[in-house]
């Protein structure tokens, strides 16, 4: 016996169904189909690999963690973790109603896209130098790439300006702040969410003899020497206020890593840290180690393994602050 289901109608998008003012109803899905083909050029997406890893290939060797897929779910993970350190929000500032947002160095897109919904009033641009973010996203949501260290060209001033992450990534972080700073209208406010990633712990337990310390060592001093900070939460308040903004408020947090403490959401952070800090272990040494301080790719291999055992360990309370920092421009 053969039984067959009748597939159900389609119901169609009355939107779809277009009547031109003079009868006709010519329409086509061209809006569609822009919107979905990404708007970039072929060059900006021939990625460069090394070691395994894959790069950005815009302004070609300027960031150094890869672009790929494992450094995308790690950079949503920390989405995530940084969304419940900051108490399941997506930012602290008070800004009354967003209309234009800029999220700069988006990454993924998530934190603009998860604005996006939640925002629907309000136009979200997210700009990278890598075009990775998904096609289908909030009609509200745009990303484009683009070097946010060159000269800004924003036509319209933004009501809200997030940066968040961008450890590794900035030469001169003076003039982020100041493009930030005429990039937000009067009255506007930026937000900035940065680490510091040095790690410290309360009971003693991180040790200047670990191999973590001497991994994290190396790591930030090569980050140093080729000219970007890997640490500059604690500086945004002095270059925010430097910038003319006012109002400035300035929150540390602590972030665990390993889910060691003993409150709930404490431990959920340190949970999803450690998760994003092993998966980024390798992504965020090799670039620097094999090309500033000339390592072998098998070198840092091993280095992230014996960092990977410290790290798992139940006896290591690790932790590190992030930085959040929110201001105003003056009316
Ligand atoms: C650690 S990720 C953070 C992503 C995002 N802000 C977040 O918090 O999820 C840093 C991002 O900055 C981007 N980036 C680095 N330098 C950049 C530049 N000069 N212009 C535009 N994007 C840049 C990188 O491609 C990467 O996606």
Known sequence: MVTTIEAEAIEIDPQTQVVNDDGSSFADFTDELNSFTTSVTGSISKYPFENGRRYHAFKSGTYPLPNDELEAERMNVVHHMLKKAIGDRLFVAPVPEPHRILDVGTGTGIWAIEMGDAHPQAEILGNDLSPIQPSWV??????????????????????????????????????????????????????FQE????????DGSFKDSSAMAGWLKILLDSSRNAGRDPCPGPKVEGWVKEAGFRNVVHQKIKVPIGPWAKEKRQKDIGLFNLVQTLDGLEGFSMRLFTNVLGWRPEEVEVMCSKVRVELKSKSNHVMYDLHVVYAQKPE
């Open 138 to 191: 909030p009609p509200n949501v745009r990303f484009e790439v683009d070097d946010f260290e060159s000269d800004w060209a924003f036509s319209t001033p933004f009501d809200f300006i997030f940066l968040r992450t961008l450890y590794f990534s900035v030469a001169d972080w003076p003039r982020l702040v100041k493009q930030a700073y005429n990039g937000v209208k009067p009255g506007g406010w930026v937000e």
């Open 195 to 202: 680490l510091d990633l040095q790690y410290y712990s309360e």
